[in-house]
């Protein structure tokens, strides 16, 4: 579940980040998701993690803060105290059609670009994960991942490159030249 949460929490914020034109540190959001989780043990509260989907909403409908949380508690009670009987009609697939949305708004298509220029491995290695968590669910395609991943550092660490260095005519400096190894 640590592992969930925490990359969860880590590929939300670095998703938006990226978006927002700012930058995030790793260690500082696993410091504070673990002083949150610390919190919530104490006080025997929930487990806590972030929610990609209502970030997307939030940010789809112009939020800059975290005063859209507050909001959206204040919402969210009303509609429990006074609108109960209006939601109990409100039609489930316009709810799915909010989450499905939401979810859109979470896929970086520049970086499956990005990742296709840099190594098509790396970019099978996210579509498979992609797949991985639409099709068996979100910890299994986690684990995909790991295992595919483990298997691609393998196989590139038991066919390193070669490097040979000499001189070139009409250059002052050696150079060196990268070969892959064919056996």
């Not at 209006?86 to 499905?100: E, H, M, Q, S, W």
């Not at 991942?145 to 490097?163: C, G, N, T």
């Amino acid at each position: 579940m640590l592992l969930v949460g925490y990359t969860d929490n880590v590929l939300t914020g670095r998703a938006f980040a990226i978006r927002g034109g700012y930058s995030t540190d790793a260690n500082q959001e696993f410091l504070a998701l673990g002083a949150a989780n610390v919190g919530a043990g104490l006080f025997q509260g929930f487990p806590v993690s972030s929610s990609g989907s209502r970030t997307a909403i939030g940010e789809s409908a112009g939020a800059r803060t975290q005063l859209r949380s507050l909001v959206a508690v204040v919402c969210v009670v009303i509609v429990l105290l006074f609108l109960r009987p209006v939601l109990a009609d409100f039609p489930i697939p316009a709810l799915g059609a909010i989450v499905i949305y939401a979810a859109t708004r979470l896929v970086d298509v520049h970086g499956f670009r990005r990742l296709a220029r840099f190594r098509r491995s790396e970019l099978l290695l996210a579509v498979v994960t992609l797949a991985g968590v639409l099709v068996f669910d979100i910890l299994k395609g986690i684990v995909i991942a790991v295992v595919i991943s483990a298997a691609e550092m393998l196989r590139r660490v038991a066919r390193p490159h070669d490097a040979i260095q000499g001189h070139v005519a009409g250059l002052a400096c050696m150079t060196s030249t990268i070969i892959r190894r064919l056996g």
